[in-house]
């Protein structure tokens, strides 16, 4: 017979280690959100269900994440990635446009 293990945490049981995540941004603009073994790879940006094919990207890569800096024929959309605490943060800015899609 086996013993059953106790969900309550033992005095001096070591705490199970997080799940290591974050981001890699790709040189050609995609990026990854990584989870352990889960991930999901080559993520683009869209607007209006359509992916965006910008004339020039550019990468900025920082500890947590970056900023990649798509530029479009009449505007840019920039996307940050980062963290805070165990969250993944991802924000984008579209500027440059007279009026944002519909």
């Known amino acids: ?45 869209a607007i209006d269900d359509r992916q965006v094919l910008p004339k020039k990207v550019s990468v900025r890569r920082t500890p947590h994440g970056g900023k990649i800096a798509y530029k479009l024929d009449n505007g840019e959309l920039a996307v940050t990635l980062g963290r805070d605490g165990d969250a993944l943060i991802l924000s984008s800015r579209l500027s440059g446009v007279s009026a944002a899609p519909a």
């Open 1 to 45: 017979m086996t013993k059953k293990q106790s969900p309550v945490k033992r005095l001096g049981e070591k705490k199970k280690p997080a799940l290591k995540t974050g981001w890699t941004i790709n040189p050609d603009g995609s990026f990854d959100l990584v989870a352990g073994e889960l991930a999901v790879r080559g993520c683009v940006p």
